[in-house]
């Protein structure tokens, strides 16, 4: 419930109808005097029945900041239709997260070993997938890898017949046998823990990779070793 911090309910009323505006910075109040200030968009001002309550619903709040230091009038008091919303929230509707005391320390020198043909491996797999993930049809150089299909310390050929192009989650998911592809009908699943987690999975799972996105297809015998692992331990994992 959001209440006018030191204001009339004309004030407050006021403050619900800025909201209307996009976007602005919404000030909530803390249980140790500060604010924390976070943008979001306005979705919709609820009145209850007997017309005492308002409730500001917002969406895609985000925290940007903290302050100790608030004006002690709702903008200032110009009555414009912008600015900054201050309010109080009951301490029932807060919730704190008290983080455990840590040390961090910094990470250890290491080296790493690289393959000299994995560029040229990576290079030819993305030119072959039409330079798009084979599952999401997503393009963006940064979001995604070449995958090997049959991985190189178990063998694997740097050839683009045991590659595919993947974005960059569905190939660590499938590195770590949370989803692969079933040889015989080229169509890809997720683990059940993976789509649990993350839903949007879903609208993929079960989906065929179309041979269209490759220009010369996999070697559907460097699938079957993955598969055989992720159908083993997905019936581990139930």
Known sequence: R?????????????????????????????QDENHDVYVGKFIQLHVAANKSLKIVEMGDVKLVAITSSIPTTFNGGIKRYKGVTYVSLSQTAQTTIDFPKRIYKEGQECTSVTSPDQGPFARDVRLNCYGRCVVTGVRSPWRTEAAHLTPRHEEGIPDVT?????????????????????????????????????????????????TTRMQVPVNIENLRIRWQKFKAKDRQRK
């Not at 910075?25 to 803390?30: G, H, I, S």
């Not at 998911?173 to 059940?192: E, G, Q, V, W």
């Open 162 to 210: 045991n590659g595919i192009l993947l974005r960059r989650d569905i190939h660590t998911l499938f590195d770590n046998d949370h989803c692969a592809i079933n040889p015989d009908t080229m169509k890809i699943y997720f683990s059940r823990e993976a789509r649990e987690l993350d839903d949007d999975l879903l609208k993929w799972h079960g989906n065929e990779i179309e």
């Open 2 to 30: 959001c209440i006018g911090a030191g204001e009339s309910r004309g004030d407050y009323a006021l403050a619900c109808f800025i909201f209307r505006i996009l976007r602005r910075p919404l000030c909530v109040e803390r």
